[in-house]
């Protein structure tokens, strides 16, 4: 099974509350979120966002310009559908990040879902070079991924954990550390994942 059809499976058996994931009320990621747009009109794209209700709260804060990609149209539809009328103030990709070609740039590159899952090198490769065509100068990226003590498999996959050293030398030199911080997260069962939050500027 490809990354596609895991992933549609996935969310064919699954709803957005029902999924390890699950977050009601991202605070984390609206922090860094607003922390990277530093007030200003900055336009953000959500990598691997499926079905997440931060696309909902982004609305709500009167987030001008949206973009949410994931490689799940089932998620996608899932959250369009939640949204219902306010879902065409948002600009929807159905995509695996990996080969997807931007048209664009956004100041602000979010990933809570994606990038630990790619363990494969030449992936994390693709993953980045997307990364440095779509993000415009000076802006920045948030990576959210799995702790260096975190899980070793989500969704039945292997993944990829990371601490901030790691992460920024994965990012590479033209990537700096602006903050950094650790999360447990509780799934809807009740478990717990640790998570690391990390945000990069990129260097002009």
């Known amino acids: 099974m490809d990354r596609k059809q895991h992933w549609e499976r996935v969310y064919s058996l699954k709803s957005a509350q029902e999924v390890s994931w699950y977050q009601a009320q991202p605070d984390t990621s609206l922090t860094m979120i607003r922390?990277?747009?530093?007030?200003?009109?900055?336009?953000v794209i959500d990598i691997g966002g499926g079905a997440s209700r931060l696309v909902d709260c982004l609305l709500k804060q009167g987030c001008p310009d949206l973009t949410v990609l994931d490689i799940s149209g089932k998620a996608l539809e899932q959250a369009r559908d939640?949204?219902?009328?306010?879902?065409s103030r948002v600009a929807w990709i159905e995509a695996d990040v990996t080969a997807f070609e931007p048209t664009r740039t956004w100041?602000?590159?979010?990933?809570?879902?994606?990038?630990h899952f790619l363990t494969d090198a030449a992936d994390r490769e693709r993953y980045l070079s997307v990364l440095n065509r779509?993000?415009?100068a000076g802006g920045q990226v948030i990576i959210a991924a799995f702790a260096i003590?975190?899980?070793?498999?989500?969704?039945?996959l292997d993944v990829e954990r990371y601490d901030a050293a790691k992460l920024a030398e994965t990012l590479g030199p033209g990537f700096?550390?602006?903050e950094s911080c650790p999360e447990i997260?509780?799934?809807?069962?009740?478990?717990e994942q640790?998570?690391?939050?990390?945000?990069?500027r990129r260097n002009a």
């Open 35 to 43: 922390r990277a747009a530093a007030g200003k009109t900055a336009a």
């Open 82 to 87: 939640r949204l219902g009328p306010l879902a």
């Open 107 to 115: 100041d602000v590159w979010h990933d809570r879902a994606a990038f």
């Open 134 to 136: 779509a993000l415009a």
């Open 149 to 156: 003590d975190g899980p070793q498999k989500c969704s039945g």
């Open 176 to 178: 700096a550390l602006e």
């Open 185 to 191: 997260h509780l799934t809807p069962a009740g478990g």
């Open 194 to 200: 640790r998570f690391g939050f990390h945000r990069f």
